[in-house]
């Protein structure tokens, strides 16, 4: 990096907000010792490349997890899950909480299917071990249910069904009163189930605008970013 170039970093909103953050020295070398200054990008670069990893991991989780619900909270492409990600927190959205109540009255099997699916899609990320060994086991809870005899013929689904009579049966599902009734008695570990879920994707799925250096490689513009294919499919089961 030249004089120009490092200058041109410095400009940028997110390592301004990192610089500011550190001590009155780390500030003062940052700004005033190009070595120092070099040494610091390196790392925040290799942060952001693990950042990235665990981003896209967590993006084709979710979108697995979700594409097929009723009214499709987080849409129905990867494109749209990862705009939701680039405007904030998506665990924190409107959109997101859709997605848990939809989550929370999915037959028991199917249920346990996918939250099985998060853990282990997530399983190379070591920084959320401690999430997914929660996750786990508030799967193996949930699952204990089924096995002492809680589910009823309600909770299991017919086979086969296309994805479009899922979809609509899971619609029913919510607006139905009766169901609602019937999932009551396994309600808290399927919300701690849940919970588990959602601390996972709240780190894999932090806002990319609060990591620093994420300008050099994001872009915010949906018309721009769906000019790419990879991020228009869905992941390939």
Not at 67 to 82: A, H, I, R, W
Request: proline share 4%; with cysteine; glycine share 2%.
């Amino acid at each position: 990096l030249n004089t120009q170039q490092m200058e041109l970093i410095r400009s940028l909103p997110s390592l301004r907000r990192f610089i500011e953050q550190q001590s009155p020295s780390k500030q003062c070398a940052l700004l005033k010792n190009g070595a120092e200054f070099k040494t610091c990008i390196s790392q925040l670069l290799d942060e952001l490349r693990a950042y990235h990893s665990q981003l896209w991991t967590g993006l084709c989780c979710l979108h697995r997890i979700v594409q097929n619900l009723p009214k499709q909270p987080l849409g129905t492409q990867m494109l749209d899950v990862y705009t939701h990600t680039l405007r904030s927190s998506v665990t924190e959205s409107k959109a997101y909480e859709e997605v848990v109540r939809c989550l929370s009255v999915l037959a028991r099997d199917d249920l346990i299917q996918r939250l099985t699916f998060c853990s282990d899609s997530l399983e190379d990320i070591t920084a959320v071990d401690s999430s997914r060994a929660a996750l786990q086991e508030e799967i193996k809870n949930l699952s204990s249910c089924t096995s002492a005899g809680v589910s009823t013929a309600q909770d299991r689904d017919p086979q086969p069904m296309s994805t479009a009579e899922r979809r609509q049966r899971l619609q029913d599902r919510l607006q139905s009163a009766a169901f609602h009734s019937s999932v009551s008695s396994d309600k808290e570990p399927r919300d701690a189930a849940l919970a588990a879920m959602t601390q996972c994707f709240q780190f894999v799925l932090r806002c990319p605008s609060d990591v620093p250096l994420w300008e050099l490689f994001y872009c915010g513009a949906r018309s721009t970013l769906a000019l790419h294919q990879t991020l228009n499919a869905s992941p390939r089961v």
